[in-house]
């Protein structure tokens, strides 16, 4: 289903695309970005629903997405303006969350001015005691973690980390041993920085829409992450010495073992798949890589671990807090996704070594399995 909404007051353009309900629930974030379009949103959506069928999620697949600027100083107005109209949609199908443009903190906002709780409505509300799941949710989303972090926003990122540690693993390197390029460090990839420079691995760069930073013997991670806006940018201003600025593009030509987009979709395609130098490329953005660009790179030997493996610790959390499986201890968190990165990635990475067969594949399989018959979701 492809809904399109137009903004009388500013002329954004607003997509809504529903690619599957399970029992009438369907999930996925919000994008804002000036340029999104339907068929990026049908992207989205068609990845949300191979993530929750990957994780064994009881929900569909959907995506909104929001052609406007998200520093303008109306965007916020362009959200609200935007849920009010997805309400029938937001109040009893469609459960969303935070994207590209839209920190979650922003859309519970805007959720909650429309008397609606938080951006997990659709599934509260469905809940047997739903003030109670209410405050799991809140609890769970911001139980404080180290680095001054809130849990909600560094889980998804937590996982990305996993599935490049595990992928050092398979090749049997350890952290120390292995390098890493992440384009984009707000939400995603900023955690994942964060834990894969704590985890001992070598961050040589990073990149922001602003430009590309880089540090052969290794970037400070929690420095550059205190130097950040708002929308994810380095203050270049406070930058620590050593740290040289490149142009922004200069990421994906990055000399490490491991390139991880966190940024935009498309971000590899045909014109600059030959610039990646990576061993292997982990999806922590949405549609990060085209598919002509992944048969490129795979005729390369590079192989492309998929979106909705790298990233969907994020949307299969949201869930498993939801259901009450885990809670606002982080510890319970971290184990559960870390166990889950580290079981998936290998076999991802041994079809490929194996049997020549590339990641992506291999998911779709596990994603086209037919979902196990169980008895109805209940939230508790
Ligand atoms: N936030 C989540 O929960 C979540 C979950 C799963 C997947 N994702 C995906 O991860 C990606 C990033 O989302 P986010 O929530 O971290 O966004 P964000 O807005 O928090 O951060 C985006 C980062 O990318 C940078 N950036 C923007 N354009 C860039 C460009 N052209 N080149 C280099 N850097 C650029 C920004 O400066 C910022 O550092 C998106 O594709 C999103 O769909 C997000």
């Known amino acids: 289903m492809r809904l399109q909404w137009n903004d009388s007051v500013t002329g954004a353009v607003g997509y809504l695309v529903v690619h599957t309900l399970r029992a009438g629930l369907a999930t996925g974030?919000?994008?804002?970005?000036?340029?999104?379009?339907?068929?990026?949103?049908?992207?989205?959506?068609?990845?949300?629903?191979?993530?929750?069928?990957?994780?064994?999620?009881?929900?569909?697949?959907?995506?909104?997405?929001?052609?406007?600027?998200?520093?303008?100083?109306?965007?916020?107005?362009?959200?609200?303006?935007?849920?009010?109209?997805?309400?029938?949609?937001?109040?009893?199908?469609?459960?969303?969350?935070?994207?590209?443009?839209?920190?979650?903190?922003?859309?519970?906002e805007v959720f909650e001015k429309l008397g609606l709780g938080q951006s997990y409505h659709a599934a509260i509300s469905r809940a047997a005691d739903p003030a109670a799941t209410l405050e799991r949710v809140r609890r769970g989303l911001n139980a404080e973690v180290e680095g001054g972090f809130l849990l909600g926003d560094v889980i998804g990122g937590y996982g990305v980390a996993h599935a490049c540690l595990a992928a050092a693993v398979s090749w049997g390197q350890t952290p120390a041993e292995t390098t890493v390029a992440i384009q984009g460090i707000g939400t995603m990839g900023g955690a994942a920085a964060y834990y894969l420079h704590e985890a001992g691995m070598t961050v040589t760069t990073v990149a922001d829409a602003a430009g590309t930073l880089h540090c052969p013997d290794g970037l400070d991670v929690p420095a550059l992450l205190e130097l950040r806006d708002g929308y994810g940018e380095v203050d270049r201003s406070r930058l620590p010495d050593g740290v040289e600025q490149l142009p922004r593009g200069a990421i994906l030509s990055a000399d490490a073992d491991i390139l991880v987009p966190a940024a935009i979709s498309y971000a590899i395609t045909p014109d600059n798949s030959y610039d990646v130098r990576a061993r292997v490329v982990v999806e922590a953005a949405n549609a990060a890589t085209t598919p002509e660009a992944e048969a490129m790179l795979a005729a390369r030997g590079v192989p492309v671990l998929p979106d909705f493996v790298a990233n969907a610790g994020a949307v299969a959390w949201a869930w498993w807090l939801l259901l009450g499986q885990v809670d606002d201890d982080p510890a319970t968190s971290f184990d559960r996704l870390r166990t889950v990165m580290h079981a998936k990635v290998p076999q991802l990475l041994a079809a490929w070594a194996e049997e020549g067969v590339t990641p992506r594949e291999t998911g779709h399989r596990w994603a086209d399995a037919p979902a196990p018959v169980t008895a109805p979701v209940v939230i508790p």
């Open 29 to 108: 974030g919000t994008r804002m970005r000036a340029g999104c379009t339907l068929s990026e949103v049908e992207d989205l959506a068609r990845g949300m629903a191979n993530k929750t069928a990957t994780f064994d999620l009881p929900i569909g697949g959907a995506k909104g997405g929001i052609d406007f600027d998200p520093k303008d100083p109306r965007a916020l107005e362009v959200l609200e303006r935007f849920c009010e109209a997805m309400r029938p949609w937001i109040d009893a199908h469609w459960v969303t969350a935070e994207d590209l443009g839209v920190p979650q903190h922003l859309i519970d």
